[in-house]
């Protein structure tokens, strides 16, 4: 299990996330610890529970101390009656242990993927926010979270996997409509770094008949991934590599608008989904006509109208035919769904 909050903390720090990590996961009502200001200790409970997220039973605390005292008395907040959180611990445990022993002979990158599927597959975004969605008891328990509780849920079945991961995190930003902060994974994969956002992935492609998983942000590194995801406000490895994202794996990052068209041709032909990421230059209004052009010309011959989706800061298209000669519809999607207000 990687503790990668941990490690970047000083000694006195350290004391205090191990005191409070014993403590709760003992179900203690008051845990005594060495004493630092009020901002440092929300922040080593914070991070605790980032590098933990198979703790979902604790979401918030008090605390109090006598002036001349070097300790404090941590009280922490469960989410449940003790018996309760019992009940949950064996039900989670179970539930991840199963799932894990699926995929134990897999590649690292198959791992993953496997990870990352069962997100897409099995939670549904939560936009109510019900305490739980913030918890792996939401993603894993009742098939629905939000960012924070699946970005939890994948650290957990990586851990389970044996695969490096963490929890990165990054602020909102009003000014752009995004209330709240947002959290995803980065993963370790053949000894590089990776950004892995499955809720983004997770709202894509969902809002008509076609259902098929996206890997828009699978394995980004971190000058794609920021084009739509705020600066991140906790320290994280530098993601510099992506030659093992997704699309670029499997051979579905193009650079030639033949190969669209050729590969469109082949989607009209054989009615199913096509999606691919444009690599051959910046994906300008321009240069989306053109694509846009040779995707309709792919359905005329085959007399179908196309139906595509733009994720257009990722430079992605997923585009499927219809049968009937109807309006071409093309829709510019937001991966950030359920972030914004």
């Known amino acids: 299990m990687e503790e990668f909050y941990y490690q970047k903390m000083d000694r006195q720090k ?64 469960y989410l449940f009656e003790k018996g309760k959180i019992k009940e949950h611990q064996i039900a989670l445990t179970s539930r991840v242990e199963k799932l894990a022993r699926q995929a134990q002979g897999l590649s690292e990158w198959e791992k993953e993927k496997y990870v990352h599927d069962f997100i897409c597959k099995n939670v549904r975004y939560d ?23 699946i970005a939890k849920a994948v650290k957990v079945l990586c851990d389970a996997l044996g695969l490096w991961c963490m929890i990165a995190i990054c602020g ?28 983004f992935d997770n709202t894509l492609g969902k809002s008509d008949q076609v259902q098929d998983i996206r890997y828009d942000y699978f394995n980004l590194d971190d000058k794609s991934i920021f084009r739509d995801h705020e600066p991140l406000i906790a320290p994280a490895p530098h ?5 093992h994202f997704y699309y ?64 257009w800061p990722q430079a992605v298209l997923s585009l499927h035919y219809i049968e009937e000669q109807a309006q071409e519809c093309i829709t510019m999607e937001d991966a950030n769904e359920g972030e914004k207000e």
């Open 127 to 149: 936009k109510l926010k019900k305490p739980y969605s913030h918890e792996i008891i939401g993603p894993l328990g009742q098939g629905v979270g939000v960012c924070e509780g």
């Open 14 to 77: 350290q004391a205090v996330y191990h005191g409070m990590l014993q403590g709760v996961l003992q179900l203690a009502d008051q845990i005594q610890l060495p004493r630092v200001d009020g901002k440092e200790l929300y922040d080593i409970f914070f991070q605790m529970r980032l590098d933990h997220p198979e703790i979902f039973w604790v979401v918030g605390f008090s605390w109090k101390y006598y002036p001349d005292s070097p300790n404090l008395i941590f009280v922490p907040e």
């Open 248 to 311: 670029k794996e499997k051979k579905l990052s193009f650079t030639k608008q033949e190969d669209v068209y050729k590969r469109s041709l082949q989607a009209a032909k054989k009615g199913k989904t096509l999606t691919f990421h444009w690599r051959g230059g910046y994906l300008t209004r321009e240069v989306l006509k053109e694509l846009l052009d040779l995707i309709r010309k792919a359905g005329e011959e085959r007399k179908k109208t196309p139906v595509v989706n733009v994720n």
């Open 172 to 199: 909102n930003n009003p000014e752009k409509g995004i209330k709240y902060r947002h959290t995803w994974n980065i993963v370790r994969v053949g000894g590089v770094y990776y950004h892995l956002d499955a809720t």
């Open 239 to 243: 993601c510099t590599e992506h030659e």
